[in-house]
């Protein structure tokens, strides 16, 4: 079993690590700036709210569904390290573009017809460049480490996005809205300075060709996905549980406004919960499973993890207070009688979460060939996308048709149901194939 610790220390890995952790970083310091920004102050309405913020969620999740197909071609058939050069040098662009709507907004200047198209717009192209990104910083394991490093890495690149995720948030709320335009811009610059130190990856194959057709090549990518039984209840099972990821993702910041009456501090404390313990998830399950891959902790993980969602509700529903000011404020919110045992469910949720979808990304990359590994990653990209799309669609018409928010909370028991029961199935075949194997 390979420690995180002997991982980090190795050039073959730690600078991969640092880049998509920047990527990451930057996508949700961007993105939460933007969607605080315009639901504290441009905005008034919960209905408006949670529009704008599945709107946003949407807006990012589409390039996966468009352009995952291509990526994962491309990614196998030229170098991964200078794929990612070229990204992450576009990402300096797209934050300049993203820097200056901000900026405007903050301004009061053409808000409605320059800035907040401007905003949408760079969001939309993180999503294009976390897109092409996203195939590699999996699909590249393989190459770089060895058989028994992988579970590990790809636990430490699940863990380091969710500690960027967190990152992005903290800064997202307590830094002023010019004092985030700086950082995006900075931190695009150290991520492309960072990129250059990642070994070569070159391809595995060069048979792939790249269909540029959007339609033709997710087609044939899902057909990929599917031909191959452990590749396809993984898939699955990942897709379901960003779904569900996507639903809490719209919900939160709306969530913590009307219904638990906090500030955006607030819904901050509630979100790094959430991603603090996705990154002990995704660390825990690899000293649980030794290095090995393999699916048998993950049915158990999801199902404790739809338990806690209802603990979550429950405590919801019960919140029936009123802050002394408009909103109550972190120190008011913590002092309440219901609020650790809130966040402490919610960080729960998030350790099962990691627990559950670690194991399966692990499968993407070990159980095709190196030469196919991109292309699995891609697929799972495109169908959990979809999924995604549709989960914060959902969300988004329920809370705009007044749909209470702690009731949208249930949508997302069914789904773990849903990924637990193909996580089993993914399970079942594993131990098939070891069985075969060992006879």
Request: aromatic share 10%.
């Amino acid at each position: 079993m390979t420690t995180s610790l002997q991982l980090m220390g190795k050039r073959r890995f730690a600078p991969l690590f640092v880049t998509q952790l920047l990527n990451a970083l930057n996508d949700n310091l961007y993105k939460n700036a933007m969607v605080l920004f315009i639901v504290y102050q441009l905005y008034d309405s919960p209905e408006m709210e949670t529009l704008v913020s599945g709107v946003a969620t949407a807006l990012f999740v589409l390039p996966f569904v468009l352009f995952s197909a291509t990526s994962g071609q491309l990614a196998d058939m030229r170098d991964k390290t200078g794929i990612i050069r070229w990204i992450k040098f576009a990402e300096i662009i797209i934050m300049a573009g993203g820097a200056a709507g901000l900026l405007l907004a903050a301004q009061g200047m053409m808000v409605e017809t320059v800035a907040i198209p401007l905003m949408f717009a760079a969001l939309f192209a993180m999503g294009v460049h976390s897109t092409f990104f996203g195939p590699i910083k999996y699909a590249i394991l393989p190459q770089h480490l060895e058989d028994h490093e992988v579970l590990a890495g790809t636990g430490l690149v699940e863990a380091g996005t969710y500690v960027a995720i967190l990152t992005g948030m903290i800064l997202a709320a307590v830094l002023t809205v010019g004092q985030s335009t700086v950082a995006v811009i900075a931190i695009a610059l150290v991520g492309y300075a960072v990129c250059r130190f990642v070994p070569a990856a070159p391809p595995q194959s060069r048979d792939v060709t790249v269909e540029w057709n959007p339609i033709r090549a997710s087609r044939s990518l899902v057909a990929f996905s599917m031909r191959n039984l452990e590749l396809r209840y993984a898939v699955l099972a990942i897709s379901f549980f960003w779904a569900i990821a996507a639903i809490l993702g719209v919900q939160f910041f709306p969530l913590a406004k009307n219904v638990l009456l906090a500030d955006k501090q607030v819904a901050m404390v509630m979100l790094v919960a959430f991603s603090a313990g996705i990154a002990i998830g995704s660390v825990a399950i690899n000293a649980l499973l030794k290095g090995e891959i393999s699916a048998r902790h993950s049915p158990v993980s999801v199902l404790v993890m739809g338990a806690l969602l209802i603990g979550f509700y429950l405590i919801c529903r019960m919140w029936d207070l009123q802050p002394s000011g408009e909103l109550f404020t972190v120190t008011e919110f913590l002092a309440q009688p219901l609020a650790l045992l809130l966040v402490a469910n919610l960080l729960l949720i998030a350790v099962a979460g990691g627990m559950f979808v670690v194991p399966l990304y692990a499968f993407l990359t070990t159980r095709v060939e190196k030469s196919e590994a991109s292309r699995s990653v891609a697929a799972n990209n495109f169908i959990s996308s979809v999924f995604m799309a549709t989960g914060a669609a959902i969300a988004g018409v329920l809370g705009f048709l007044g749909i209470p928010l702690a009731e949208q909370l249930l949508l997302s028991l069914a789904l773990c149901l849903l990924s637990a029961h193909l996580a089993r199935k993914l399970y079942r075949v594993e131990t098939r194939r070891v069985a075969a194997a060992a006879a």
